[in-house]
């Protein structure tokens, strides 16, 4: 068995029922195409192709690109020896789905970049830190930026959660399953997105302290003009930014876009 590197945040899951609940989880059909981020040795790669009509496997590691092929003559394998972050989505069919045991140190980046990309995938169920799974399903009071992001195009639900035991080397922390089933339209409208991830940037820039401070000293207002802007939109400017749902930064964004004009 090829030795996990620590390096890329290589860890082997071999438990078979945690295996067949990642790969069940994504809704497979004989018509889907499926990408799965870092294949590794291959364990979940196995049950894929059982499932879906054609797999794209992306593996950075060189070593496990060029083994992976062999281990499953005749069936429709794509393997491309790449980073992740530089892989072109627009190659794969519209709607086809991702599954991946994602190396915690992009799973931020990962996410991002396939919620924004132009042809998005209609699913990801992503193993990730335990952390991170709870941190992209909270509800306002616990809100994150990366919530807010993930949660302006997916519904988020969080699935089972996986010992550090199950895992060759055993990561410190346990990790959990997320399900992001992508909207037709995005909460947040297209036209609307940089202003609004520009709000919530700032009121996150400080998100220790009150709104009125945090987006003041984000977008370099002044505090009374950002108490008046909290106020048309009914928010206390002694909230903080984790208590804001989407749609209250929604309306935000449009009050602050009048303002601007």
Known sequence: MAIPKKSLGQHWLHDPDI???????????PNDTMLEIGPGLGTL???????????????????LARKLPGQFPGKNLEVVNQDILRFDPSRLPRGYKIVANVPYYITSKIIQTFSECNNPPSMMVLLVQKEVAERLAASPGKCSVLAIAAQVFHQVDTGVVVPAALFTPPPKVDSQVVILRRYDEPVVPHDWQPIFFCLVKAGFSAKRKKLRSSLAGGLQLDKSYVEQLLSRAHISPDARAEELSIVQWLDLARLYAKKSE
């Open 45 to 63: 790669t196995s049950r894929l192709l059982a499932r879906a009509g054609r797999v794209v496997a992306v593996e950075f590691d060189v070593d």
């Open 19 to 29: 295996l067949a609940y990642i790969a069940d989880a994504a809704q497979l059909t």
